[in-house]
């Protein structure tokens, strides 16, 4: 589907499958520049554009980075908990009563 967005004043037609999240960013964008070209001493749209593309681009990757640090931790919980019930079951297997002698 086609969606038009408008960014600093200017309109553009896009295809999107989720026209809601295209509307939704193409208002943040239009927002942050916007910020930087209405201030007194502002910049020009090329130039807000820029500084916006590289501001999204250090909040990526810091996101990015939050989610590999968040899994390898996850990681290493899962780690800890099949070791401690490998421990448990072993010893459950070798302890009086445990399923070696039932079997």
Avoid: H, W
Wanted: net charge negative; aromatic share 2%.
């Amino acid at each position: 589907m086609q969606k038009q967005i408008t960014i600093l004043g200017r309109n553009y037609t896009l295809k999107a499958d989720n026209g809601e999240e295209l509307e939704a960013a193409a208002a943040d964008i239009d927002r942050r520049m916007r910020l930087l070209t209405d201030r007194k001493n502002g910049v020009d749209p090329y130039t807000a554009a820029m500084l916006t593309s590289l501001n999204l681009a250090s909040e990526l990757r810091a996101v990015k980075r939050g989610y590999r640090e968040r899994l390898e931790a996850m990681e290493r919980n899962a780690a800890a908990v099949e070791a401690v019930l490998a421990a448990a079951v072993a010893e459950d297997t070798t302890a009086p009563g445990g399923a070696e002698e039932d079997a």
